[in-house]
């Protein structure tokens, strides 16, 4: 996907990958039918479908054994000497606003490193420079 201009579902419809990512985002964070998600992308059930289904078996077919294989000698090409490692962390903390003691624990989402309250964001970056976690 990050290295095409278009996404080709199955049937031959052709849309942006930005879409397509708000798709597979939107419905991933919370259980929504289809047709909540008809409104919101202006599209038909059957794309909608098509479009999730074809980004959810793209993602499970791109992790396999080999291509962790491929990236661990990616890796060690640049000189990394053990040959088993596959991706880098990488995280951001945005701080937000101290919770209130009555609502929500504050011990969570205090970090006692950058003296803040907030939530930290965290994934593994793999050598083809997308998100695998």
Request: aromatic share 12%.
């Amino acid at each position: 996907m990050a290295t095409k201009a278009k996404f080709l579902a199955i049937f031959g419809g052709v849309t942006s990958p930005t879409t397509v990512l708000c798709l597979a985002l939107y419905r991933l964070s919370w259980p929504r039918p289809l047709k909540d998600c008809m409104g919101v992308f202006g599209h038909e059930r059957v794309w909608l479908s098509t479009v999730f289904n074809d980004v959810t078996i793209w993602d499970s077919a791109r992790l396999t054994p080999q291509t962790f294989t491929l990236y661990c000698e990616r890796v060690a090409d640049k000189g990394e000497p053990s040959g088993k490692i596959w991706g880098f962390i990488d995280g951001t903390f945005k701080v937000i606003c101290r919770p209130d003691k009555r609502r929500a624990p504050q011990r969570p989402l205090y970090s006692g490193y950058k003296k803040h309250h907030g939530l930290v964001f965290q994934g593994i970056d793999t050598p083809d420079g997308l998100m695998s976690s």
